[in-house]
């Protein structure tokens, strides 16, 4: 019993996992309009860190780390206790290159 308990996420990740998705759909929208795109990776709730990939258009903008943190982890901070930064999945595989 101990063991499913463990193994099962809590009703917190869950719920911060539901309000970055939604908060990301709404955010897609205008990413959209410029031909790119914004998939939810991977919530941390232990660290605060939310996972993206841009996609699209925004995968190879110069400007995709200003859209990031100036828009996408504001936005996010100020909606979801909890989040303290967002990170972009295409910027940490080129790190790891």
Do not use: H
């Amino acid at each position: 019993m101990l063991s499913t308990m463990l193994s099962q996420p809590s009703k917190f990740v869950i719920i911060m996992k539901d309000k970055v998705q939604d908060t990301l759909n709404e955010i897609r929208v205008a990413l959209q309009q410029d031909g790119g795109d914004i998939a939810l990776v991977d919530v941390d709730e232990e660290t605060g860190t939310v996972r993206v990939e841009l996609q699209g258009a925004c995968r190879g903008c110069p400007y995709s780390q200003l859209t990031l943190t100036g828009y996408v982890e504001r936005i996010l901070k100020e909606r979801i206790p909890g989040v303290k930064e967002v990170l972009n999945v295409n910027l940490e595989a080129l790190k790891m290159d």
